[in-house]
């Protein structure tokens, strides 16, 4: 679980990292100021949670059900959340806007949300 968790952490950080550079660089002439701003909330909460990710590998030792379940939520929710966004501002600039990612960024949201609540209860526990 611990490699899964540094690892999901690191891949998310490169992304964030060529995917806020891209957005900023390649699709500056195409998006909008309104999609340029919804991209890079999109990176920003994945470098965020790529952090998030490194650290309770670092801090947790993955031996309850609690603490898997947080790292979980937080990689799902990453998923969902920062490439749904992804996919909305993109397929909204060339033209043919992908409706059906509009509720998955909530749930991704969600998921984030359910992390950091059952992070903060580990360690309120401990």
Same mark, same amino acid.
Do not use: D
């Given at each position: ?23 900023? %660089? ?22 965020? %949670?790529?952090?998030?990710? /490194?650290? /309770? ?17 937080? /990689? /799902? ?50």
């Amino acid at each position: 679980m611990i490699q899964l968790t540094q690892t999901a952490g690191a891949l998310f950080g490169v992304l964030a990292v060529v995917l806020g550079a891209f957005g900023a %660089h390649a699709l500056k002439k195409v998006f909008t100021p309104e999609l340029q701003q919804s991209f890079e909330t999109g990176v920003r909460y994945q470098m965020y %949670h790529a952090l998030l990710l /490194i650290l /309770i590998s670092i801090t947790l030792s993955f031996e309850t059900s609690i603490e898997k379940t947080v790292a979980y939520l937080i /990689i /799902i929710g990453t998923l969902l959340f920062s490439f749904s966004i992804y996919g909305l501002c993109l397929s909204s600039a060339f033209g043919k806007k992908w409706k059906w990612l509009g509720p998955i960024t909530p749930l991704g949201g969600l998921l984030l949300t359910l992390g950091w609540t059952l992070l903060a209860f580990t360690f309120i526990s401990n």
